[in-house]
Each structure stands twice: as C-alpha cells, then as structure tokens.
C-alpha cells in the first residue's frame, strides 16, 4: 500500500523513560520516512519479528544492497520497540496495526540500536569503534537504570547481563550497516578480529540467551565466516540468495510498483523493463532507490552509480579468475551462467575462483540470482548500463573485437540483408564463441544472445522465452524509447531443420508475445534456420531413434552408452545419472538427443554414460600422449579438467552383467577414482617407464584449459557418482590406475 502523509507526524516522549542517543532512541528517523512523499509500508515485517521474540530464531542477520531500504527498517524497529518513545499515533492505520500483538510489543523494550558507518567516523578509527561504541551503550544503560550497580560493568554485555540478573529485563539489539568493517577494513585482520569477538561477546553465549529478545542485523554482506561456518553461526540469515519469510520485505515488489506508477502516472511496462529483474522466492523485487528516483526525476536511467558501491565493480570483474570475463560477456548478452554460492567467505577479500566474485556481486545487487537453477543474471536495464560503463572504462579487448562482429550482424539486420547475417552468425558461431569459451555453442539460441551482444547499445534485454516442441521460440529485441524512432522491434524465430520461411510464418501465424502487446512501433521479423543434420547428428541422435524403435517393437533390451558431455561441465559435484541435462556442446546435445529418443521408445532400456575412455582399438588420451613422449622431453596438459578415465575392456565386463540382469535406468560407469588430464598424463609416464626407461625422461607441466582454445569446450567437471552400481547389484570398474597398468600391456608402444 502507497502512503502520503498530509500531516507531520511528532515525537512523543513516553513518560519517565530516559531516551539516549544508542539505547531506547526516539523515532525521528522513522518519522522522517512516514511523512515522505513516497512510503510503501512494510510494517508486515513486524508481525515476524514479533513472532521470532525469545525464540531460538530471535537471532536475524538481513543483508542486501545499498538503497534496499535496510535503514528505514531497522528505524522501524527501533521506533515500534524502543520505550524511549510512544509512536501509537505513528503505526496507527498501518499493516502491523491490524495484527491481535500490535499492542503487546509496542514501545515495551529496552532497544540499543546503532549505525557501525556513523560510529566509525565519530570514533576515528577503527581500533577506536568498540571502545567508543561501548562507552556510550554503558553510559547510556547506568543512566536509564540507576538503581543496578554496573560500576564494575565496562563492557555491553555485562551490563546487559547484570541487568537481566537483577531486573529480569530483556534487550532488543539493532546494529545497522554491521559489515561496514568487513567492507572497509578489509585487509585489517586484527580490526576485524577484534569486532567480530566484539559481537560474539554480545550475542552468543548462555548470558546472551538471557538478555537478548531480538537481535537484528542489517548490512550487505551475510556474516563474514571463519573458515566455513558463521562467525555468529546462531543467526538465521536472510539474503539476497535466499530472503525466506522476509522476500516481502525487501525493496519494492511488484504490485507496490504498479500502485507507485499508476499514483505518478508512469509507464509500469518502462519500469519494468528498466528496474525489474530479482527474484526472491515468486516475488519480484524493485530497487527502492530507483523507484524513488523515477518519482522525483521523471527520467527513466540508472540511478545505480549513486549508491556508493559503484567503484567497488571496477576491481571485481577485472580479476584474473578463469572464466569470470566470460561469465561477464555472457551476463551482458542476456544468459545466465551457473554460479556456486555456497564457497564464498563473506568479505571482500577471499576470493578463491569466479564463483566467489560472482557471489559478491550478487551480495552487492550487481547480479541478481535463481535460486532454483543456481545461476546468475544482470537483472536489468539499469544495471546492465553499469556493467557496460565498467568494461568499456576498463577495455576488454575480448568484448571490444567481438563486438565489432556484432555490429556488423546487427547492421545487416537492419538492412534486411540475409546473406551477410547468415554469414555473421556461422562466423560468431564457429570463431568468437570459442574466443570466449562460451560453455553452449550447440544451442544456436544461445548462440544468438551473443551474437546480437551489440544491440544492447540501442535495445532493452532481450526477451528470451522457452525451448518448446522441436524448435525454439522468440527472441524479442524492444528498441529504447531514445531509439525507437529509428530502429524496429526485432522478433527472431529459430527453427531447427527447417527454413526461414516456415520461421517467419509462424511468427505471423501466432499472437505476439506480451511484451510487445503495447509496442506500436515498427517490428522486423527475422526467421533464422539451423541445420543440425551433420554427420553427427545422424549418428548420435536420428541413428540411435531408428534403433530404438525396433527395440520398442521387438520388445527387447537396449544399452545405449552416452557421455558426461549432457552435462554442462560446470561445479565440483559428482553428477548423479539423474541429473537435469545441460549438454556443453554439439557432441553433447547429439548424445543428449540420443538419450532422449531411447527413454521415449524403449521400456527396457540402460544408458550409461562413460568418459575419457581408452581401449586397445582406435585413438585415445594414452595413445597420444606415448607418441609424443618419443619426440618431446617436456610437454604441458590441461589441469582444470577433472574426471575419471574408462577402460573398454573394464566397461565390456559391465555391459555383459547388465544384459543379464533387468535393473533398467541410467548409469555411470567410469573407473574409479578421480584425476585431471594432467595427472592422468603424469601417470602414463610414469608407469611406462616401469616398461620402458625411455619415458623416464619426459617432464609434464600442468596448465590452464585457456592456453589451449577448442571448437568443442571440453568439461571443468567430468566428475560422475556411480553409487547407484553398487545400488543395484553392479561391481562397480576397477581404480583407473590399475586400469592403466593392465592397458598398456596389452598394447605396442
């Protein structure tokens, strides 16, 4: 619900209560809020935190980005709870005023609340924070309770402590922009130190589950980890990769959004193409201070850069991490990328891959995050122009080159020109997605998002709806208003094994998608058709559907062996056989298809994947790697790729046990246990020298997969559990190391 209030609301202080400046503070900064112009009342988040007191769960640490509104509640709080003042009159006719426990609570608690940013700089420093925090709350408590003796209590939780024991009185404790260390003193350790023993001394602790009600921290970091478990691992923590009960309460959503548009007259389909973009749960949430802005401004941009963190992207995405300035590229032209949260530390400091820049820039609101995919996203327009201003200010000259491409498929476009688009696209396909190592060159919708990176100049994200039947819906490219006089709407229709015209009568045939129901400019139908009737898809996918077809009307068994390729290689978890499918690459996709075509046709059927195999037959790994240790002493191999050789001969014994038995589903069946190509390499050598002492000679360093670009990606992670073997009465192979010794017996080098 939107509110403006007409009349300015006063302070009333409750009679004999002592008001101080940290503890039982009044509600000025709470009223400031109420009267503003704008105020979405999010009181509701009171009814939790009622809900929470003196339970296990009064613990709260709430984290978001800046301008996410996380100081207009802990104002909230303090001003409902304080007994420093009477703010009935305040929430009266607001949510929580509804509620049986309005009363209950209101202004009934002793409240130390404190802002970490603006105690810094009154303290001066940071080895003077605590003591200058501390001397206040103490003074303050020996003020509000004279008659406990805390003469000898010179810390916030004696005094607190000696006050329950005496009085039996318990505490609600606010700290605003609690991280502000964690953030500004990064590499201080000791500060650090110091203030995180600070607050466990205040919040852990039989004592502290004796005085403490409620406990509320709000910053843009969840609580900083030591090694891998919370500093204040007895705080629930609410963020911006999961906000649980409290995703209401976060920013704007989107019918508050829609009563601010519709009260100031604003184009709600602007906004959302602008500001719209996190996902918290089935909510989607706005930031405040662009909304807020949009009313005051009248102008659709990004207000981003004034929050105080903008500088802080400069540093991250420039990191030397593999992959992080793909992951950047990808982000930039609408995808997603898979991104693992669960490693970072909490600072800003400890990054040990991408992943953790990532996860931080998710922390900052740069990035917004599904939580049902794991995988991170640019959420919108506004953020999007931060990122572009970022790179080009630092030059990448991956984006700079590729971009060039772009442009000239963009143009041609325009121009109606399909000879060259069909160029640029086979072009960007086979050249640049490999430049930057794009982990989905099989699908060609992916392939476009990036191909199309240069419209992002003229056009809002891209509307990438999904995959349905054989083919694939649109993309739908809606011009900026700046723009929309000079260039069309693109509507882009992929069809698989078609043509392009089949593509632009379905465009014609079918309503257009929503998000260009109230666009009443020009629109380019662009059809685009796709080909994948290569060698290898008639193998793996159209060969495989034609056997499984006469197993379906033979009635018989069918082990089709596929590969950790249906995979996207990403993360460090073993892939479980039933895994959700996200094939790496045209390999992939073609055995994924396989697969696909089997459990469709046949009951009785195994797929088991294998990977990195070698058997006496053909070319291999093994093979490769004897013959170049007679010409070389010294040569480098990938150790970022990490997996589980196969024997054939190991794998044949498996298959023959399987057609034997009926414990039909998916497998993997690699040998056991885990190396990288690198160490794979080292042991060839040297148990060849075991046979020959040639090999002896040859040294073997590890590198990193960039310094070897492939048209195929190959897995990060080919790493595949094969527990469900043994589940079902299988052996599971041999150690790939003994493997290797019984193999190259078996072979002439």
Not at 234 to 250: H, K, V
Not at 417 to 430: L, N
Request: net charge negative.
């Amino acid at each position: 619900m939107l509110y403006k209030k007409t009349e300015k609301l006063s302070i009333i202080k409750r009679e004999g209560e002592i008001m101080g400046m940290f503890v039982n503070p009044n509600a000025a900064a709470f009223q400031c809020a109420v009267n503003s112009e704008v105020y979405i009342d999010k009181t509701g988040l009171l009814e939790y935190t009622n809900k929470v007191l003196g339970t296990n769960a009064r613990f709260i640490c709430n984290s978001r980005p800046r301008r996410f509104g996380k100081s207009v509640t802990v104002d909230m709080l303090t001003a409902y709870y304080s007994k420093g003042c009477d703010t009935e009159k305040m929430f009266s006719g607001l949510e929580i005023s509804k509620c049986p426990d309005f009363y209950e609570h209101l202004n009934k608690y002793d409240v130390i609340h404190f802002d970490v940013q603006w105690c810094c700089i009154s303290a001066g420093s940071s080895e003077n924070l605590i003591s200058y925090i501390t001397n206040i709350v103490v003074s303050e408590l020996r003020e509000t309770y004279p008659e406990v003796n805390l003469v000898e209590n010179s810390t916030i939780y004696g005094a607190m402590a000696r006050i329950n024991t005496v009085l039996g009185k318990q505490f609600i404790v606010i700290i605003d922009e609690w991280d502000v260390l964690i953030r500004d003193e990064a590499h201080n350790q000791a500060a650090q130190e110091m203030y995180i023993d600070f607050l466990r001394n205040m919040f852990k602790g039989i004592e502290a589950s004796k005085y403490i009600a409620l406990a509320y921290l709000t910053g843009i970091l969840p609580i900083k980890k030591l090694k891998t478990q919370s500093a204040l691992n007895n705080f629930t923590q609410f963020t911006m990769l999961n906000a649980g009960p409290l995703t209401p309460y976060i920013g704007f959503n989107e019918d508050e959004v829609i009563d601010l548009c519709e009260k100031y007259e604003i184009d709600f389909a602007e906004v959302r193409r602008w500001y719209d973009g996190y996902r918290l749960g089935d909510y989607h949430v706005y930031n405040p201070n662009a909304l807020v802005n949009l009313t005051i401004m009248r102008t659709f941009q990004s207000y981003w850069s004034q929050t105080g963190t903008y500088l802080s992207i400069l540093p991250l995405i420039n990191m030397d991490f593999d992959g992080l300035r793909t992951s950047i590229i990808e982000m930039l032209s609408g995808s997603s990328v898979e991104v693992n949260v669960n490693e970072f530390q909490n600072d800003m400091v400890s990054f040990a891959d991408k992943d953790d820049v990532l996860t931080l820039l998710i922390h900052l609101g740069y990035l917004a995050y599904d939580q049902r995919t794991q995988r991170a996203y640019i959420p919108n327009e506004e953020i999007r122009q931060e990122f572009r201003a970022a790179t080009k200010r630092n030059k990448w000259n991956e984006l700079i080159e590729f971009q060039q491409e772009s442009e000239k498929l963009l143009e041609a476009t325009w121009e109606m020109d399909a000879e060259t688009v069909a160029e640029q696209i086979e072009k960007i396909h086979a050249e640049y997605t490999s430049v930057i190592q794009y982990n989905n060159e099989n699908s060609l919708s992916s392939v476009l998002s990036i191909a199309y990176l240069s419209a992002i100049k003229y056009y809002f994200k891209p509307i990438r709806e999904l995959p349905t039947g054989r083919g694939f819906a649109d993309f739908v490219f809606i011009p900026k208003p700046l723009y929309r006089d000079y260039y069309p709407a693109l509507l882009v229709e992929l069809k698989w094994n078609k043509d392009a015209e089949t593509a632009l009568n379905q465009i014609k045939e079918r309503k257009y998608p929503e998000s260009l129901q109230q666009y009443t400019g020009d629109i380019l139908l662009v059809g685009i058709n796709y080909d994948k009737k290569e060698k290898v898809h008639q193998v793996n996918a159209v060969g495989t559907e034609n056997i499984a077809k006469v197993c379906h009307d033979l009635d018989c068994k069918m082990i089709y062996i596929s590969t950790d390729y249906v995979f996207d290689g990403q993360g460090t978890r073993p892939w479980e056989p039933d895994d959700e499918r996200h094939p790496l690459n045209v390999y992939g996709q073609t055995k994924c298809e396989g697969e696909l075509a089997v459990e469709k046709w046949v009951k009785k059927f195994y797929i088991v994947r294998i990977a990195w195999v070698f058997g006496v037959n053909g070319k291999n790994f093994i093979k490769t790697m004897l013959n170049l240790g007679k010409t070389h002493d010294h040569l480098t191999v990938v150790d970022d790729q990490v997996g589980s050789p196969t024997y054939t001969y190991d794998l044949s014994r498996l298959l023959v046990d399987m057609a034997e038995k009926e414990n039909y589903g998916r497998y993997h069946a690699t040998n056991e246990g885990l190396c990288s190509w690198y160490e794979f390499a080292c042991e060839i050598f040297k148990q060849a020298a075991e046979i020959d002492p040639a090999y002896g000679k040859v040294s073997v360093s590890p590198v990193s997969s960039d310094q070897y670009p492939a048209k195929a990606k190959r897995p990060s992670n080919s790493r595949m559990s094969k527990e469900k073997l043994t589940e079902n009465g299988f052996e599971k192979l041999p150690t790939w190391q003994d493997a290797l010794h019984r193999y190259l017996r078996e072979i002439e080098f």
